[in-house]
């Protein structure tokens, strides 16, 4: 049915630079929001950042001045550009899409970010 494809997780130094991408196929409604999420070893899953289908975004303050969530609607794909990355951003990636006044909710595999000192 859906399915989101990430990419771009990697190991990097503090300091450092990545970009993500999440790419969705299959029967997505249109209009939509997109977003990442991360879980690091023994904390919850929390939100990075979101971005809905005209481009208003709300981020992590953990994250605010640091990384950006962009999305091409015509490829149905989101970005996260991190920058100034710092070892506490290391976790577990997930994009996300969702949609609709009762949610419908997609999940991608995850991918890994590992920032070292």
């Known amino acids: 049915q859906v399915r989101l494809v990430e990419s771009g997780g990697g190991l990097v130094q503090a300091g450092g630079s990545l970009r993500l991408s999440c790419a969705a196929s299959g029967s997505i409604f249109r209009i939509n929001t997109m977003g990442w999420y991360r879980q690091a070893p023994g904390k919850e899953r929390e939100l990075v950042a979101a971005i809905g289908y005209s481009g208003s975004t709300n981020y992590a303050d953990s994250v605010k001045g640091r990384f950006t969530i962009s999305r091409d609607n015509a490829k149905n794909t989101v970005y996260l550009q991190m920058n100034s990355l710092r070892p506490e951003d290391t976790a577990v990636y997930y994009c996300?899409?969702?949609?609709?006044?009762?949610?419908?909710?997609?999940w991608g595999q995850g991918t890994q970010v590992t920032v070292s000192s």
């Open positions: 996300n899409l969702r949609w609709g006044a009762i949610v419908v909710d997609y």
